[in-house]
Every structure is written in structure tokens, then in C-alpha cells.
């Protein structure tokens, strides 16, 4: 899962006067700057003899991937992933996320130009702690999570890092094309669609791009294969157990009451997690989720990058002959007109 983090340039802050962002934006955009600087532009490494192998492997491949973003899914050649820095942390930023206790409701966050968004990301974890003890302690369901990459939506020019090297061909492309997709067209009031939108492009784009370049017959694309089946299982199981978390949200009861019948439907479904992980699932991740920690952030973020995600297939699938180059044109288009999704099942319905 990725995020469009909003960690935007310094220059942003110039625009605002929202006096309770400025601090924030500042501090986060301080760091962005530092992990940006000192970074080597990617020709610059690619010709010195001196760059590690795997290194310039990684690099080479970053280089196909843009290519394919660019020449066949018809995103933009920004800029992005033309520099290269080696970090010693593991991850690039924390993400807080946050949700009613007893419904999907989530906690959206104000910022300027990009309106509000459910999820804040901070450079130093303790910081992002402190975000998530204040929202427990006004009662709200919170996760933190390590995220590897975001979108500055055009701001500045995102760089490669070393962490991302040791990433298997799938994750990578669907990395770098989930991100550009965001850079390319991000529709300010709709981040449902926003996430969707760059989850099932990123996605669909890498499986392409691992046709032409690996196969469907090699390791890597069968290995990218039982990922995403054991992705779309997981999934399908997160909507059932949130199914039965809203019947009890939207029915009679009190507040503790539903709190109580909340506890008993997840720790049930982690049972049931944990016993048949083994049968259900193609990979190793996927079959080791019995102790998962969930609550309604963590569903109310799955569905935020997924929920829609078959109707954007559809349409791209029976509207655009399966050309992702045609779906972004027309996702586009009406992006200018107002709520994509809508316009899109008006078309299907149609049709």
C-alpha cells in the first residue's frame, strides 16, 4: 500500500496563511528538503565507474519503468526518480491514519490546495507518535505506519532511495507508477478516487510492464501473480469483516455496546486468520496474519486504496479496451467535469 503523503516544497508555504499548518509544513517540509539534498542526479552515477553494481542494476530498471510510465500509460515525465540518495533508515517517512471507534468515519487532516485528507505523514516517528497518543486520546481508532514513498504532486522532484533497491521487480514498478500517477492527475476533494485511482494504475501498469520485460511464463511475473491473488483475497476478507462491523455501527445499541461486539467480530476473524492462513494464502507474508492488529483506521485505510477499484477496472476493461494510456485520458476528462467515479458508472450504466 502507498501513500500520496502530503509533505509538500517549502515554497508552499509562502501561499498559506493556515496558522496551524504553517508549523507543521515547515518542519516537514524542512526535512524533505534535507532528504533531497545531496542527492546524485541518476546519468551522473550511470557514467561513473565507481557506482556499485547493484546500484546501477537498480537504476537501470527505474529507467524502464519511467519509460514505460511515460511512453505507455501516459503519465508524466516530470522529473521524478531522475536523482538517486543512499539513506541508513529503511523506510522514508511515518503516517498517521485515524477513524471513529464505531464507525468508518475517518479523521481528515486540512491542507492548502490539497483540501482535507485522511492521513498526515511525519519525518521523525516520535512525532507521529505524539499525532497518533493525541487522537487515542480523544478516542479514535489510530495506526502508524512506515511508509517507502509519496508524491509531492509535482512540488518537487522526487528522488530514488537506497531502501528502495532491495525491492522485487513487481513492487518497484507498481512504486514508481503509483506515485507518478498521483503526480500526473490528483483531483482535490476525492481522495478515495485519488488512492484508487494510482492503486489500480500502479498495479495494472507493472503487470504490463512485467509482460514485455520479464514474461508471463518467468519467476518474477508468477511471483507478482500470487502476490496480488493473496492481495485480493486479503482484501475480500477486510470487506467481510467490515460488512459485519457496520450492521453492528448502524444498528441499535449503545456506544459500549458496539465497542464490545466490535472486539468479538475482530478477534474472531483473527482466529480464523491465523487457522487458515496456511490454505488461503500463496505466499509467506500473507499466511503469517493471525496476530494482524486491526480497528477501523486500519479497514477504513484498505478501503480508501481499494473500494472502488473493480469499477475502475471495469471501466478501463469495457470503455477503454483495456488501454491504460485511453483510461487515464478519459479519467482526466472528467476529473475537469467533477466526481470521477460517478461520471463513470453513469457511462457504464449506459452502455
Not at 504490463?208 to 491473488?229: L, N, T
Not at 487457522?275 to 485505510?301: K, P, W
Amino acid at each position: 500500500m502507498r501513500y500520496a503523503a502530503p509533505l509538500l516544497a517549502m515554497g508552499m508555504l509562502l501561499l498559506t496563511g493556515c496558522a496551524t499548518s504553517v508549523g507543521y509544513l515547515v518542519k516537514q517540509g524542512g526535512y524533505l528538503l534535507r532528504d533531497g539534498s545531496g542527492a546524485r542526479p541518476v546519468d551522473e552515477l550511470l557514467k561513473t565507474a565507481s557506482t556499485p553494481a547493484d546500484t546501477r542494476q537498480f537504476l537501470l530498471l527505474v529507467g524502464e519503468i519511467k519509460r514505460f510510465a511515460v511512453m505507455d500509460v501516459g503519465l508524466k515525465d516530470n522529473g521524478n526518480y531522475g536523482r538517486y540518495k543512499e539513506l541508513s533508515r529503511d523506510h522514508l517517512v511515518d503516517v498517521v491514519s485515524a477513524c471513529d471507534a464505531v464507525s468508518f468515519t475517518p479523521y481528515l487532516w486540512s491542507y492548502p490546495f490539497l483540501g482535507r485528507l485522511p492521513y498526515k505523514g511525519f519525518y521523525e516517528k516520535p512525532d507521529a507518535q505524539a499525532e497518533a497518543a493525541r487522537l487515542k486520546k480523544e478516542g479514535w481508532d489510530v495506526i502508524v505506519r512506515p511508509v517507502d514513498a509519496f508524491s509531492t504532486l509535482g512540488f518537487t522532484k522526487d528522488p530514488l532511495y537506497s531502501f528502495m533497491k532491495r525491492y522485487p521487480p513487481f513492487e518497484l514498478a507498481s512504486l514508481i507508477i503509483h506515485e507518478q500517477t498521483h503526480a500526473t492527475l490528483f483531483v482535490k476533494g476525492q481522495p478515495e478516487f485519488n488512492e484508487e485511482l494510482a492503486t489500480f494504475v500502479g498495479d495494472e501498469g507493472a503487470f504490463e510492464w512485467m509482460r514485455e520485460k520479464y514474461g508471463q511464463e518467468s519467476p518474477e511475473y508468477r511471483a507478482a501473480v500470487d502476490q496480488q491473488a493473496d492481495s485480493a483475497t486479503f482484501i475480500d476478507l477486510l470487506r467481510g469483516v467490515s460488512g459485519e462491523l457496520d450492521v453492528v455501527y448502524k444498528g441499535p445499541g449503545s456506544r459500549e455496546e458496539k465497542l464490545a461486539q466490535k472486539a468479538r467480530i475482530i478477534g474472531d476473524f483473527q482466529e480464523r486468520l491465523g487457522e487458515e492462513g496456511a490454505t488461503r494464502f500463496r505466499t509467506e507474508g500473507y499466511r503469517e496474519l493471525g496476530n494482524l492488529r486491526l480497528n477501523n483506521a486500519y479497514l477504513s485505510l484498505y478501503s480508501l486504496y481499494s473500494n472502488d477499484v473493480p469499477l475502475l477496472r471495469s471501466y478501463w476493461e469495457k470503455r477503454c479496451g483495456s488501454d491504460l494510456r485511453a483510461f487515464m485520458q478519459r479519467a482526466a476528462a472528467f476529473a475537469k467535469k467533477g466526481d470521477v467515479k460517478s461520471q463513470m458508472r453513469a457511462e457504464l450504466a449506459s452502455s
